[in-house]
């Protein structure tokens, strides 16, 4: 089940622009392995919900799953051949803005090993760069 949220504020809104050229600095809140982004990137619900399902079919009872991103934005689309005008299209996808160094995911598992494989499986379900980062202790 692809996310979105419960209610929110303005029914439509702006994409934005990406060119961050900071690196934002988050840390560990829950769990000792974290799955950080390189790059600034668009991540849509569908992208999130893959990734979920990858790393929960690795992991399956050993470990526990945190998000640290939601899909809050709302992307419009109108359909295709419909003449211009006629206001904005109705929403197709959720999506949010991903900074170069935010947390995407936090797992929280008794193997190293586990949670490297898992990560590199949901890396390939992400369409941007992104690092493995163990705490240290």
């Not at 809140?29 to 790393?55: G, K, M």
């Not at 009872?61 to 005008?85: A, I, Q, W």
Request: charged content about 25%; glycine content about 4%.
């Amino acid at each position: 089940m692809l996310k979105k949220p419960k209610n929110f504020k303005f029914k439509k809104t702006h994409k934005g622009r990406l060119n961050y050229t900071f690196n934002l600095k988050q840390s560990f809140l829950h769990a000792p392995y974290a799955l950080v982004s390189l790059d600034s990137a668009r991540l849509t619900a569908a992208h999130i919900a893959a990734a979920e399902l990858a790393i929960k079919r690795v992991i399956r009872k050993d470990g526990t799953l945190y998000t640290r991103v939601f899909p809050h934005l709302p992307v419009t689309k109108k359909p295709l051949e419909v003449r211009m005008g006629k206001g904005k299209g109705p929403i197709s996808y959720w999506m949010t803005r991903i900074r170069p160094g935010t947390f995407l995911f936090e797992l929280d598992c008794s193997l190293p090993s586990l949670a490297t494989i898992a990560f590199k499986v949901a890396q390939s379900k992400l369409p941007f760069s992104t690092q493995i980062l163990i705490a240290k202790k």
